[in-house]
């Protein structure tokens, strides 16, 4: 199937190319350009849509290869579900993305979209596992996808850069997946994915002549993420961490550079700005071009680490090797960023906004797990353990969406009347949304339990504003 995977790559590149220049020539038609800012890079407006190409010739070319490739129709088939929710994540991350593009969200909403397509795609994949833990896998794929597409919508912040991790980042995916009988419908997705993004880099090296937009970053960053997830299913531990460390090496490394950095400045890690790690190499000397070969070695450094732990049996060898690359980089980074930057201190509340989205996501999964555990007395039957991994990520996304359009992760914990009403009505809103959807979307195979959402319904507002009003005691 990896020759067939090759020639598919090989068509979805073509496809590619040929639509981003159509886009290009459209939104040059039509004005629709990326102005030059202060904060960004370019210095001449340019089109911003090629996220569009690359999503529209996945699209096609994988119905291509399902139609023309019967051992891929087949793999898709028995895996309908995961194939399913891999499509409607990353279309959905696509559009929140293209939507952004042109009215430009605010934080908090983007957030929501990234929650909502990360739980889309864990409900109707049926979950993910990772440790054994249903609530606890739930939280991490959720946590790792939305990581995961803000790594790689940051990333995205210089000609070629992004583009160039994220290819090799797939076909490390792909070359990980092949190994595995089980996972080779992933390996040809992932270089579809591939090929897809390698016709747009043709566009898109150094001086390019498109951008991919938020719409490109956010289905790059959602379709990585997921699809080492399903790569490093039913493995050891050690090899998903090399897995996901070493092909998202690059991504993942500047996201906790520049996030350190800025916060070592007293500035949040969510603001846009020319202080990434490629600007300043840029600005210590290294040329445009010279640094998508550096971040093409580093990522293929890292593809090489995750190939060794899963094809040559060592999984914890690989595992430390790349931690420690990983610390080392990061190290060697923010001591540039130190004397660039001429930081004094650090600022703990640049920093307090993930920090409570942490604590939220902690809060929920732990009142929806009790409410499970309290209707089945504490022993959930085997034939059920599945309840709480599909219907967290639809609490998870529902809640924390609602507490985020409220602005709740950036105001102030502190106790106040008002502060305390308004956090009871968003959590109310938000456990509300999530049993009616919950309630929508059950199914005879999906267990759902009045009790149990009776108990999550009463008990996350409950214990919600308890928490912030311990919080907010502690602080104080």
């Not at 998508?292 to 914890?316: D, E, K, T």
């Not at 420690?324 to 923010?334: E, Q």
């Not at 509340?349 to 732990?366: E, G, M, Q, R, S």
């Not at 950036?410 to 959590?427: C, D, E, L, N």
């Amino acid at each position: 199937m990896i020759i067939e995977g090759l020639l598919a790559a090989l068509v979805a590149s073509f496809l590619s190319w040929a639509l981003i220049r159509f886009v290009c020539i459209v939104a040059r038609r039509r004005g629709l350009l990326a102005a030059v800012r202060s904060d960004r890079w370019h210095a001449v407006p340019t089109p911003n849509f090629g996220g569009v190409g690359i999503v529209v010739a996945f699209l096609v070319a994988f119905a291509l290869t399902r139609g023309t490739l019967d051992s891929f129709r087949d793999a898709t088939s028995v895996n309908a579900a995961v194939v399913i929710a891999l499509i409607v994540g990353g279309v959905g991350a696509a559009a929140a993305g293209l939507w952004d593009d042109l009215v430009h969200f605010q934080p908090s909403t983007k957030l929501t979209a990234q929650c909502a397509c990360a739980g889309a795609f864990l409900w109707l994949a049926g979950g993910i596992e990772i440790t054994g833990s249903a609530p606890t896998d739930s939280v991490l794929a959720l946590l790792w996808i939305v990581a995961v597409m803000n790594a790689v919508n940051m990333l995205d912040n210089m000609d070629g850069v992004a583009a160039t991790a994220v290819m090799i980042g797939l076909f490390g995916v792909a070359a990980v997946s092949a190994v595995s009988a089980s996972s080779a419908f992933v390996a040809l997705i992932a270089l579809i994915c591939a090929g897809a993004v390698g016709g747009f880099l043709g566009h898109n090296l150094p001086r390019a002549r498109v951008f991919m937009g938020d719409a490109g970053s956010l289905f790059l960053g959602f379709m990585l993420a997921a699809l080492v997830l399903l790569s490093a299913r039913s493995v050891a531990l050690p090899v998903a961490l090399a897995v996901a460390l070493g092909c998202l090496l690059v991504p993942l490394l500047d996201m906790t550079v520049v996030s350190l950095s800025r916060v070592r400045r007293g500035e949040s890690p969510m603001r846009g700005g020319r202080d990434h790690t490629t600007h300043r190499l840029v600005q210590l000397g290294v040329s445009e071009q010279a640094l998508v070969r550096i971040v093409a070695c580093v990522a293929l450094l890292g593809v090489g680490g995750a190939f060794a732990a899963v094809a040559m049996g060592s999984p914890l060898a690989a595992s430390v090797a790349l931690v420690a690359l990983f610390a080392v980089l990061a190290a060697l980074l923010l001591r540039m960023c130190i004397r660039v930057d001429g930081a004094a201190h650090v600022r703990a509340a640049a920093f307090t906004p993930f920090l409570k989205v942490f604590i939220d996501v902690v809060t929920i999964a732990a009142v929806l797990n009790a409410g499970y555990l309290i209707r089945w007395e504490f022993a959930i039957p085997p034939e059920l353990a599945n309840s709480v991994s599909w219907s967290l990520p639809v609490a998870l996304a529902c809640c924390v969406g609602a507490n985020a359009l409220r602005g709740a992760y950036v105001q102030s914990w502190r106790f106040t009347v008002v502060g305390a009403r308004a956090t009871i009505a968003s959590s109310v809103i938000g456990a509300v949304l999530a049993v009616v959807v919950i309630a929508a979307v059950w199914s005879p195979d999906r267990l759902f339990s009045r009790a149990a959402m009776g108990i999550f319904l009463v008990g996350y507002p409950l214990v919600g504003v308890v928490v912030r009003l311990a919080i907010g005691w502690m602080v104080k």
